[in-house]
Nanobody, 122 residues
Framework: QVRLVESGGGLVQAGNSLRVSCAAS?????MGWFRQAPGKNREFIAN????????NYADSVKGRFTISRDNAKTTVFLQMNSLKPEDTAVYYCVARLLGSDPYYYAKSYVYWGQGIQVTVSS
């Protein structure tokens, strides 16, 4: 069983930066991040493969957010720069992409963290 624990969320002013982390135990898989704002569907943000390569990003965050993994490949980071109020959401860490399922579909991932709040004030 894989356990995902997110950390690093909080309140930040627009234009500033924040880094969230996700520590995984129980296996090494493709990992990524989704987010969900109030009243909206879960949205794919980014993912990265087991070796720490081949990142994918949503158009809404491309150029502002960077996903990476530590050398042990057990922790994934999401560096968020130039934050906007519309980035406010609960951010979820995900792991284990199912086969050839689209990486941007929430149902394509087996494991989910509990989520962490990121709030960007204007």
């Amino acid at each position: 069983q894989v356990r995902l624990v997110e950390s690093g969320g909080g309140l930040v002013q627009a234009g500033n930066s924040l880094r969230v982390s996700c520590a995984a135990s129980g296996g090494t898989y493709t990992m990524g991040w989704f987010r969900q704002a109030p009243g909206k569907n879960r949205e794919f943000i980014a993912n990265i493969d087991r070796s720490g390569g081949s990142p994918n990003y949503a158009d809404s965050v491309k150029g502002r957010f960077t996903i990476s993994r530590d050398n042990a490949k057990t922790t994934v980071f999401l560096q968020m720069n130039s934050l906007k109020p519309e980035d406010t959401a609960v951010y979820y860490c995900v792991a284990r992409l199912l086969g050839s399922d689209p990486y941007y579909y929430a149902k394509s991932y087996v494991y989910w963290g509990q989520g962490i709040q990121v709030t960007v004030s204007s």
